[in-house]
């Protein structure tokens, strides 16, 4: 994000941009892994949604259940790609910046100073993005009430977002070569038809035990005789590291139903 | 809860005037956040159920699908509750005391050297209050199984309740204090819509991330058009704390049916 | 799992006899408590599936779905063993050591030096043994993201499985002792009713906190009439250590239908 005199508030086209960034990633067999992160120079990796043009947003004359909020319609866009995501959170995060463009992502590596919030409640407005969703499924309830229902401001060690990161950084200038590193490593190590069906059950599980059972006996048989999974067996049996080739855009059996959210273009 | 003769147990008339607490204080605009907890001179926060009691209401020759848990229509109460919730744990707590009285609540705040305990496989009944569905919730199954199916006595400080207190607090005599001072923050600084909506998110979130999307890009454009959503952006611009004014009682947008549990009075 | 030359490998007659012995210990009284644990002189707790073998299970030219994967054939006979049950997880474990032989327990107890990793994306395959819904369910989804979507090698003392283990055990031959000094107190002073009922709510809770209520109330009313519950009541009474005698085989009250998962005998 390079918004930074705005501090990175989500506004003007970035929430456009950041659909298309994710929506041409999840297509696009050559791109592995996608990082979001802020130029160095920015004071916050994201103050959220600038209040003025939300409020104008909320004022127009539609119907009240057509509106769409645009953090909702950027976290679907990231919750929704195939490929590995990761937030690399350089810098102080506020509303949207800690909802939309952290809770969607698969991973979120954090600098240990960063300040972080949710709101909303201390606003006079709810929580957006699908957080209320989101949150819950990733930390538990407690926590994400401790969240939530505080409006309070954190630190990425506090207790209450035990959990949230998958790595706190001491130095921010450090977060991104860190997240790249990682992403590195996926991108060279990994099948993207893996990561791509592990994220489909993660996302779609069964309702029970036994559901999950033959979805995932499914998704076992099908990646298992297919090509990636041969040359995983081989690479362990030559005892080097792994080619994947296998496309995505070829080898994608999901058992769900895409959703049509009737997201209309004007709407952001 | 001022019955420290019985260390708190769960009887008399307790259940039924804490059912009127919270269902009062979900309609009451003046209330913002309600706390439980036990007198200062009380032995324990709650030792949950008197064994006797309890033995004789299970034995009422009333059919086996007409009974309802005391313990279960207090905690539906309490998490029914529209305001903040807070639990302060000034005691040890078993049972009762650490199902219905602790977990439906938005918050729980407890004493360092509490003695906590969910007996109930070591009396060969079984977790009631709706905790099997309250702490899972809370904490992720693993957790839950390590404090339900063990039946073990626990400190808050073991990490198998990590996530379940707000806070830990040394001295038992700064546990209603320092709850106190938590819920007067939340009850001068956030709007009683924006908590009570995003309680009803929580609690009543979508099936799907989409699903969510929907829900709360409708919630989001209700409350930011609202009087609450003005004043929380006229305090940023002047720097000043909010004044929340708008009542709950007439700014309630539900998107689910409220269950009718069909509670017969004279089951308490 | 006395398998040490193969590493304890997830193949040959291993999952035909975990399934028999924890449908065994399901059915039978006399059983209270089961762990399952490797040999002290193995290698490993488990190193996963022979690769070589699960290649050819997968390339059986069946339907695509009327495969069944061995290990969610075992991790649903261990999940629906209404016994308590416990992996005492005594060296490495990897794939199915991490998924089969250990999600799907009551409690995990582990060696502090284990070396733990779920392998899949890096195989070029998914994950199996309904791990997808087992460990976001235990874990929540951000700690379940960080080892499934990674496929790193872990320890047990990462704050990345924080809660997966109910204790972590300095040295390795003193992982099975502790396990059994924790069963020994279950088996004794418990009641097998209790617990199966308790697993029972725990499985499959009401998907409401009013439907959970309704469950829950019917069953402390069934349980709280029984034999175990008046001997819980006169244990306390006579301060002294209860004992159970109930047979669940005739003390079994659930509220959902079996799952008919038409496992054909000839796919394990």
């Known amino acids: ?8 508030s989500f ?3 970035l929430p456009e941009e950041l659909i298309k960034v994710f929506e041409t990633a999840d297509r696009d067999d050559h791109v592995r892994v996608v990082i979001l992160t802020a130029e160095p120079t920015a004071p916050a ?5 600038d209040i003025s043009t939300a409020m104008a947003d909320f004022s127009r004359p539609e119907g009240d259940t057509d509106y769409r909020d645009p953090g909702g ?4 866009a990231i919750y929704n790609c195939r490929k590995a995501t990761i937030a690399a959170v350089n810098g102080h995060a506020i ?11 698969d991973f979120r590596f954090v600098w240990e100073k960063a300040k972080l919030s949710f709101p909303f409640i201390r606003l006079g407005i709810s929580p957006e993005s699908t957080s209320t969703f989101l949150l819950p499924r990733l930390l538990g309830h407690s926590r994400a009430n401790s969240l939530l229902l505080t409006g309070a401001t954190f630190s990425p060690t506090s207790p209450l977002v035990s959990g949230l990161y998958h790595e706190i950084i001491p130095k921010r200038e450090d977060v991104l070569p860190v997240a790249l590193a990682f992403a590195k490593d996926i991108a060279t190590n990994t099948s993207q038809i893996s990561v791509a069906h592990t994220k489909g059950l993660l996302q779609h599980p069964g309702e029970t035990n036994e559901q999950n059972h033959l979805l995932d006996s499914r998704t076992i048989k099908l990646l298992g005789t297919g ?4 040359e995983g067996a ?15 855009s070829k080898n994608w059996h999901p058992w769900w139903r895409p959703v049509d959210e009737s997201r209309p273009k004007a709407k952001l």
Chains 1, 2, 3 share one sequence.
Do not use: C, H, W
């Open 1 to 8: 994000m390079n918004r930074a005199k705005q501090r990175n």
């Open 11 to 13: 506004g003007d086209t």
């Open 45 to 49: 990796y994201s103050i959220g949604t």
């Open 73 to 76: 319609q950027v976290a679907s």
């Open 95 to 105: 509303g949207v910046g800690m909802t939309a463009l952290q809770l969607p992502f």
């Open 227 to 230: 090509e990636d999974a041969a």
């Open 234 to 248: 081989l690479a362990i049996k030559e005892r080097r590291g792994p080619r994947f080739n296998s496309p995505l």
